[in-house]
């Protein structure tokens, strides 16, 4: 039972680590598009 317990917490702190270095690492920046709109200015 004690090798199981081990295991899971050993499993749990490298996912932890794994997790904060694609964090840190992995490309995470949105896409960027421009947008135009025309804009009707003194439409009376």
């Given amino acids: 039972m004690g ?3 081990k295991a899971l917490l050993l499993l749990v702190i ?3 680590i794994g ?3 694609y964090a840190y690492l992995g ?3 949105p896409n960027q598009t421009e947008v135009t709109k025309p ?3 003194n439409a009376d």
Wanted: glycine residues 6%.
């Fill in 3 to 5: 090798r199981i317990i």
């Fill in 27 to 29: 490309d995470l920046k």
């Fill in 19 to 21: 997790l904060t270095v």
């Fill in 39 to 41: 804009v009707v200015l």
């Fill in 14 to 16: 490298f996912g932890f």
